[in-house]
């Protein structure tokens, strides 16, 4: 597996003009309930990136993007939030510089608070000619911190899962809750930040989410690569 981070700049250097298409995981700093980690968002996105780079070796993974739109979640200590417009600037300024190397960037993004400034970036840098796509996962089951999340990293890092801390949270569907989270944020429909049940997450569940999400990716940067000016996310 290629991670940028590992390498100097002779080593990148021989990357570039080979294909190769830089991966930049898009996470947050923000609560996750009372029984995972405030980089549960980051984790994963740099799992299913380094997953995926490791079964395609065009893919390089950038060091992580760890703070984005986290607004919803300020009501909770360890929110660490820049805001829609600062994540959108950060990602500009970014893929614009990616791109001077790499031919081609997919921003691996998990955080749903993101996908407003993530597809703004995306438009703004694909309209000056450049490269750069976005990619998100389909998870399907609860929304913050249940048992999607919490299985996931049971699957990616258990020793910084608490399960004896895990408890459900608010369980309505997100039609019927985001009305609420704009006006009033997460904590003004769930006193522990979960949006779900996490109380009945398992690894096995996570490893095949997680696995699932890494054969998607592999198969986005492939399409990418063949067709470059394709539909922008996924």
């Known amino acids: 597996m290629s991670r940028f981070a590992r390498m100097t700049w002779p080593e990148v250097a021989r990357r570039t003009g080979s294909g190769d298409i830089l991966l930049v995981p898009v ?15 980051t984790d994963i996105a740099e799992a299913v990136a380094e997953g995926a780079a490791g079964r395609d070796a065009h893919l390089v993974v ?45 921003l691996v993004s998990t955080h749903g608070g993101n996908s407003t400034p993530v597809a703004r970036a995306v438009s703004r840098l694909r309209s000056e000619g450049r490269s750069v796509a976005a990619w998100a996962p389909a998870w399907g089951g609860d929304l913050h ?21 895990a408890a459900a949270g608010d369980l309505r569907p997100l039609d019927d809750l985001l009305p ?14 979960v949006l779900g049940d996490p109380t009945d997450a398992d690894a096995a569940t996570g490893r095949r989410l997680l696995d699932a999400a890494i054969g998607d990716l592999v198969e986005f940067a492939a399409h990418s690569r063949a067709v470059p000016n394709m539909e922008v996310t996924r």
Do not use: C, K, W
């Open 180 to 193: 609420l989270l704009r006006s009033g944020g997460v904590r003004s429909v769930s006193p522990n930040g």
């Open 27 to 41: 996470g947050s700093t923000e609560q996750h309930g009372p029984h995972l980690p405030v980089t549960t968002d």
């Open 62 to 106: 950038a060091p992580a993007l760890a703070y984005g739109s986290s607004g919803e979640h300020q009501g909770f200590a360890g929110t660490l939030s820049i805001g829609q417009d600062a994540t959108e600037l950060v990602l500009v300024e970014l893929g614009r510089s990616a791109t001077t190397d790499f031919a081609q960037v997919i």
């Open 145 to 165: 911190a249940g048992g999607t999340e919490s299985s996931l990293m049971l699957a990616i890092d258990p020793a910084r899962v608490r399960p004896e801390l």
